[in-house]
């Protein structure tokens, strides 16, 4: 959903009803798919041309791949974790082909 500021942020809401509670306050919008852990504590997705991970409690966000060009960054269809939560794959052009990355994911 966006904020005030017209960016894509992260937004959870109670399964039971209530107010929505916004995750990340960045000053970029989300911009690609986003996958939790499968602990609950993270999500994975695309901020600023890098693959992150944000806290689900207090937004705090990891990068796991350093900023790139427009034309090198991961693409926007999904980062995943791995069923273990200890990886996170996302898809990259290289040579205009899609290629799958593999980045370790903090615990």
Do not use: K, Y
Not at 4 to 30: C, F, K, Y
Not at 50 to 75: F, H, K, Q, Y
């Amino acid at each position: 959903m966006r904020d005030d500021a017209g960016l894509a942020q992260l937004w959870t809401v109670s399964p039971n009803g209530g107010p929505s509670r916004q995750i990340t306050m960045g000053h970029e919008s989300i911009s690609s798919a986003f996958t939790w852990r499968s602990d609950g504590s993270s999500l994975a997705c695309v901020i600023g041309q890098c693959v992150c991970i944000v806290d689900a409690i207090n937004g705090s966000m990891t990068r796991l791949t350093e900023p790139c060009s427009p034309e090198e960054a991961p693409r926007p269809e999904a980062c995943v974790f791995s069923p273990d939560g200890r990886h996170v794959a996302f898809v990259r052009r290289v040579a205009h082909e899609n290629q799958i990355f593999i980045c370790d994911a903090p615990s």
